[in-house]
């Protein structure tokens, strides 16, 4: 079955250190990905995605996300969390399935960084 | 400046009472979403437009219906709420339904009284 995983329901950090949020997934085919960030009583914003190409790819706010094809991993990283950063954050996978395509959701990561 | 608009913010209806959320774009995209969520739970489609053509998730309940009279607008209607139909919807646009990131609206709380 078609399934994302993101093993933390939250994550800790303090403010000025590295963050990471995990994102595992399984699907068929070669995937499109994406992370997203939503504030509370927000929608969703893009953060990035992973199409094809330099598995390594930047994107909003300072974030990045590294494409592992033999980990089925696309965790979201940055250099020096933000107490503005604490948010929740979904990782999303979009597959071919038949004629169609279909996008499965990540259950969501809470990221707190404290001052 | 607001690129996918959902108004209003917040609703309140009465059980069994219908009732429409609206949206409207103005990036001339393709693809139009609607999406369910319940408190810090992922996003749950419920149905899609690619154009004029209506996607319904196969889990939807008949509840929920909707319409997109243009490319601008797309429209959920609630037949009857339940209590058990409180959440935000979120509606979202993308220019092509597969490579490219999905717009999110600012989405409308509703509450079911």
């Known amino acids: 079955a078609q399934s994302v995983a993101q093993p933390e329901d939250q994550v800790n950090v303090a403010e000025g250190n590295p963050l990471t949020v995990k994102c595992t997934y399984s699907v068929s085919g070669n995937p499109y990905l994406f992370w997203y960030v939503q504030y509370p009583n927000r929608g969703l914003q893009f953060l990035l995605k992973?199409?094809?190409?330099d598995n390594l790819v930047k994107g909003s706010y300072g974030f990045e996300a590294e494409f592992n094809k033999s980990q089925t991993s696309f965790h979201l990283k940055k250099p020096s969390a933000l107490v503005s950063d604490s948010a929740l954050y979904f990782c999303a996978v979009r597959y071919n399935a038949g004629n169609n395509r279909k996008l499965i959701w990540g259950l969501g990561t809470s990221l707190a960084v404290n001052p | 400046d607001a690129m996918v608009i959902q108004n209003p913010r917040y609703q309140v209806t009465q059980f069994g009472k219908p009732v429409t959320l609206s949206c409207s774009q103005t990036?001339?995209?393709?693809?139009m979403y609607w999406y369910q969520q319940k408190s810090s739970q992922a996003p749950k489609l419920l149905f899609h437009y690619y154009d004029k053509d209506f996607n319904n998730e196969a889990d939807t309940p008949d509840n929920f219906q909707s319409r997109r009279p243009n490319t601008s607008f797309c429209f959920l209607d609630i037949r009857s709420p339940g209590l058990g139909d409180a959440a935000m919807y979120l509606c979202?646009?993308?220019?092509?339904?597969?490579?490219?990131?999905?717009?999110f609206g600012q989405g409308t709380r509703l509450t079911v009284v």
């Open positions: 990036l001339n995209h393709n693809v």
């Open positions: 992973y199409i094809t190409g």
């Open positions: 979202a646009t993308s220019s092509r339904a597969g490579q490219t990131e999905a717009f």
